[in-house]
């Protein structure tokens, strides 16, 4: 950021912690710009004269009398076709060795899309996961996360879901990403042959934490110019929303605000909301969907920021390690896909629905079975028939690793009904059972 | 004179404001940001500094911003032209905005001042009246919208001059009406009302005195909840409280629904008015939409607007409930408003409450919830307010307080649960914890009597304490296993799921089974209850679980047909031919 002529410089701060500092200025703006002893900072809060402002690098080393200059404006992005393929930090400045973009300047974290103004999404997104597809159904226009404990694959899992997807472009926001997985990510999407359709914003574990929070606003911005602008479907992917959420703990803290549940900050909600709320079905084309990773504690949904993520996102996927199949899958129980019904028997085959429910009920039967066989009971001849079905089910259809299309899922799905249960035992529509129904 | 001001504070959207001359508590002023007027609220003064909320992002607010103070409180406008409409919580019409983005500073009338309404006068010269006495009607779509003395008149009027009937815009001036001092005050057909006073124009206000049908089993014969009665739906993430909402929005036997869709999803928003308009009310076979306003905020719009937003819908039902209406009010969910509430509470560094909420929290819901209720009007006829609110308890915990102030102040509960939406069990509404205060009272005992069958009530509870015994029966079972208990435990159990797999549980997608008529609700809970009643024999657990199992099928294939088709009755027939086979 260049500081213009004639700008007034101040050098006297009167109060200096981890995240902000505060100085007396006259004529500052609410959310305006400024650099505190060349590092970027943005106007949080002012009273009277006596301005604080968030240092996104962090404070140290600013000495109290560091010179800080006002930009008089919000944080910016230039926007034009020329941020396709390209990778930035945080600040949209480019880490890839290329040119500055051109383009049209516009604020990050601007106005919501008038609810009126939007479409109801209907377009199915397929996955090749069955988990996702035949469970969960993604479709544009969509917000959902990932929630997965640390260990779990999340970002492979995404980059599979998006170099799949039918869309436009894949913009990437890496929040506190390690610098191995903003390298997998990299090659995944270079050898993919994808690159002209990805964008990257990028904060790694060696940047500051405070600068993250820039990071979905650049990235949802840059979307937003290419779904309302250019009539694209884009496909957001934002990961890890748990610590853009610990950055935000961190400057309400520093800031002595009264944290809410788990030491986040009161806004939590609002504050992921406006996050989220980005993705849409626009009356035209266009459209921004939203996949997002939450990492949980020890699978925790309790927690603050997956529980107010699942109050705003449609729907959640759970990854978890299944024992019984040896293979990362995607939990039918805790997952939901809120929009699926927009699209479930309606985009995909008449019987998606009944299958899916069936499906589930019957492996639910299958845990139940297996607590009994955990507790010691002796287990009924149903109970060995949902057992095995239990782990075929999981093997074939809830893996992570499965690729085939959604009418193959169904058509698997009966072979394990047939396979296992009677008729009556799936519970399915009758009509529905004459028609699908494989062998007797 | 208006009262001035200066910006001298800025956190978020709490602006602190030096004023120069008085301000109330809860009124408005504008800011104005490089020309554009912010509206915003105060909500606490201090000596010559005021405390505002802004409904708007103040990106880019300096100090020194001029401000003015407007005399007034949140207000919404009232007449022909609420229904179908979408409004933001501040009654700005969102259709009529321009621009795909939200426009700071945008304020859109909320009514059409062009249209012309056909009128009809009711009072006549001459006739004393008081506030909200009918002066005339005009037709809005189907609806008998009546122009009212405005509730803010005090004490009586004599009518002077009243138009005939004809075709009037909104303005127009219907009537002249004369105060007790001789003074003339001219009425047109609208009126303003500050959103946060109840409207308390009416004779009295009576215990409800029959229920209103949802066409959800699950509701309606189990917890049935009263017309002008109060319920809440706490529940987890996911486990269906949308749905449900929907669902009762869709075939609540009600003339007007006013959803307010506070700090949620707008796609959720997006599918009220992108189905509603296509779906028929199964009661007037109207569209919905002509019954229905929707007031949405959704999360990502300003926060201090969300907390506007079910005072403006509770007001526009007030307002129908006046002319004799029953009304549904819908909020989902009254926790993002305490949230609102949680955020300006912090930021203007009160001493919180119980997990950092207003300590103030309980108060401000059971005042909100105590504005529904049937009404007897000035002229003897009824009118009503429904509220069901949602709730979301942070990690799905009924131990918060937005949960427990809510408890309090609602006579209904529908309480969500994680495992049964786990275990796909639709709707998720947990049998045995949740309750309706109705089934005690006496009006409505009666009142179900004569309407649905003499006794209905203790059918209900019999039906409620084969699901408890079910559970114990269960619980018996897991801890001793299949062998260990007497075969009579199994068949409690199963009694219990045949209830909840034929009659609590229902496919809110499927065309049929989404609405049960009451008289089909009575049919299948005497079906269900005969079988439930009926002595089973059989050698093993096996057997019984088999049994059980192909009943509940055919059962459950009943639900999916048309009552009392051919299928119907087939499965009907099917269910008797199984039960002879094993029952007594």
Redesign the interface.
Same mark, same amino acid.
């Given at each position: 950021m260049a500081t213009k002529a004639y700008q007034r410089i101040y050098t006297r701060l009167e109060a200096i912690t981890k995240a902000t500092v505060s100085l007396r200025a006259k004529g500052i703006s609410n959310d305006e710009l400024a650099v505190v002893g060349g590092r970027l900072a943005q106007v949080v809060k002012t009273k009277g004269d006596l301005v604080t402002l968030q240092v996104f690098s962090g404070t140290e080393g600013i000495p109290t009398d560091a010179a800080v200059t006002f930009l008089g404006e919000p944080p910016t992005i230039k926007v034009s076709d020329q941020l396709s393929g390209r990778f930035f930090n945080a600040y949209g400045k480019p880490i890839d060795g290329g040119p500055e973009v051109e383009g049209e300047t516009r604020e990050i974290g601007g106005p919501s899309v008038n609810p009126y103004k939007r479409r109801q999404p209907s377009e199915l997104i397929p996955t090749g996961i069955a988990g996702i597809d035949l469970n969960n159904t993604i479709v544009s226009g969509q917000k959902i996360p990932f929630f997965a404990d640390p260990d779990q694959p999340y970002n492979q899992v995404m980059a599979d879901v998006a170099l799949r997807a039918d869309v436009d472009k894949i913009i990437l926001g890496g929040m506190g990403l390690s610098n191995d997985d903003y390298l997998f990510f990299r090659h995944a999407f270079e050898d993919a042959g994808a690159l002209d359709k990805i964008i990257c914003f990028v904060n790694t574990t060696e940047d500051p934490p405070v600068e993250r929070l820039l990071v979905p606003d650049m990235a949802l911005t840059a979307a937003e110019y290419f779904a309302v602008d250019k009539n694209e479907k884009v496909l957001v992917l934002l990961t890890d929303m748990t610590l853009y959420a610990d950055a935000l703990s961190i400057v309400s803290n520093r800031m002595d605000q009264i944290p809410s549940k788990d030491s986040m900050p009161g806004s939590l909600y609002s504050d992921l909301a406006k996050i989220y709320e980005k993705a849409v079905q626009l009356p035209t084309e266009g459209s921004i969907t939203i996949i997002a990773v939450t990492t949980l504690n020890d699978g925790d949904i309790t927690h603050a920021i997956p529980d107010n993520t699942g109050y705003i996102t449609e729907g959640q996927l759970f990854l978890r390690a299944d024992s019984d199949s040896g293979k990362v899958i995607i939990d039918p129980f805790r997952s939901l896909s809120r929009l699926k019904q927009r699209v479930q028997n309606i985009k995909t085959r008449e019987d998606h629905s009944q299958v899916m429910n069936a499906g589930v009920r019957l492996y639910a039967d299958a845990q139940n079975a297996k607590t009994k066989l955990e507790n010691g009971f002796d287990l009924s001849d149903y109970d060995h028939r949902c057992l095995d079905y239990a782990k075929e089910y999981a093997t074939r259809l809830l893996s992570i690793d499965v690729n085939i299309s959604i009418t193959e899922m169904l058509d698997t799905a009966w072979e394990l009904f047939a396979k296992y249960f009677s008729k009556a035992e799936t519970g399915i529509k009758q009509s529905l059972i004459d028609k699908y129904w494989k062998g007797r | 004179m208006k009262t001035k001001g200066k910006v001298?504070?800025?956190? =978020?959207n709490l602006v602190?404001v030096q004023v120069d001359g008085p301000v109330a508590e809860n009124e408005l002023c504008y800011i104005t940001l490089d020309g554009t007027p912010l509206l915003a609220e105060v909500i606490k003064v201090n000596g010559d500094k005021a405390s505002v909320q802004v409904f708007e =992002?103040?990106? *880019? @607010?300096?100090?020194?911003d001029s401000v003015e103070f407007e005399g007034r409180m949140l207000e919404v406008t009232l007449g022909p032209g609420l229904l179908s409409s979408?409004y933001d919580g501040l009654q700005n019409n969102?259709?009529t +905005?321009g621009?795909?983005? @939200?426009?700071?500073g945008e304020y859109t009338d909320p009514l059409d001042h062009k249209k012309l309404w056909e009128f009809t006068p009711i009072a006549k010269p001459g006739d004393k009246v008081v506030a909200a006495d009918w002066l005339g009607e005009v037709k809005e779509g189907w609806l008998p919208h009546k122009i009212m003395v405005p509730f803010s008149f005090k004490g009586e009027y004599t009518v002077k001059k009243i138009i005939p009937a004809g075709m009037y815009n909104i303005d127009m001036v219907i009537a002249v009406l004369t105060n007790q001092d001789g003074e003339d005050v001219f009425v047109d057909m609208t009126q303003k009302w500050p959103v946060k006073v109840a409207v308390k124009a009416y004779q009295e206000k009576p215990r409800p005195q029959r229920i209103m049908e949802t066409g959800v089993r699950c509701i309606d014969t189990f917890n049935p909840i009263a017309e002008g009665g109060t319920g809440f739906i706490p529940g987890? $993430?996911?486990c269906g409280k949308?749905v449900l909402q929907h669902a009762i929005a869709k075939q609540g036997e009600a003339d007007v629904i006013v959803m307010a869709a506070c700090?949620e999803?707008?796609?959720e928003?997006?599918?009220i008015?992108?189905?509603f308009p296509e779906l028929i009310d199964p009661h007037t076979g109207r569209h919905l939409m002509e019954r229905t306003t929707i007031i949405?905020n959704? =999360?990502? +719009?300003p926060?201090a607007a969300r907390e506007a937003s079910v005072y403006t819908a509770m007001t526009i039902c007030e307002y129908y409930r006046a002319m004799g209406l029953k009304c549904l009010l819908l909020a989902d969910?009254t926790s993002?408003w305490a949230?609102?509430l949680?955020?300006m509470s912090?930021?203007m560094?009160e001493l919180?409450g119980a997990?950092?909420f207003p300590v103030d929290l309980s108060a401000i819901i059971s005042n909100f919830y105590s504005r529904a209720g049937m009404v007897v009007l000035n002229n003897g006829q009824t009118g009503a307010v429904t509220f069901i609110g949602t709730v979301?308890p942070? *990690?799905?915990?009924l131990k918060e307080p937005v949960t427990e102030s809510t408890k309090k102040a609602a006579r209904c509960f529908y309480g969500l649960e994680q495992n049964r939406a786990?275990?796909?069990r639709y709707p998720a509404v947990n049998p045995i914890e949740s309750y309706s205060k109705y089934l005690e009272y006496p009006e409505i005992i009666s009142y179900l009597d004569k309407n649905v069958e003499e006794g209905w009530v203790a059918k209900v509870l019999e039906a409620k304490n084969i699901l408890r015994r079910g559970r114990e029966a269960n619980d018996q079972i897991?801890i001793l296993?299949?062998?260990?208990v007497p075969i009579g435990y199994h068949i409690s159990f199963w009694k219990s799921e045949l209830i909840d797999f034929v009659f609590l549980q229902q496919d809110a $997608?499927d065309e049929i089974d989404a609405l049960c008529p009451m008289e089909r609700q009575k049919y299948m809970l005497d079906l269900v209850l005969e079988l439930c009643n009926t002595d089973y024999q059989f050698d093993d657990?096996?057997q019984c679980?088999n049994f059980f199992?192909?009943l509940?099928?055919d059962l459950?294939?009943m639900n999916?047909t048309p009552f009392r088709s051919d299928a119907f009755n087939g499965y009907a027939a099917k269910t008797q031919k199984l039960t002879e086979n094993h029952g007594n």
């Open positions: - | 001298i504070g800025i956190v =978020s602190t =992002s103040t990106r *880019g @607010l300096k100090n020194g979408v969102l259709a +905005m621009s795909v983005f @939200l426009k700071r987890p $993430f996911g949308t700090g999803r707008a796609n928003v997006v599918e008015f992108t189905e949405c959704t =999360s990502n +719009m926060v969910s993002r949230q609102a949680r955020e912090n930021r560094e919180p997990e950092a979301s942070a *990690g799905g915990n786990d275990q796909k897991n296993g299949d062998d260990g $997608f657990f096996e679980r199992k192909e509940i099928n459950r294939q999916y």
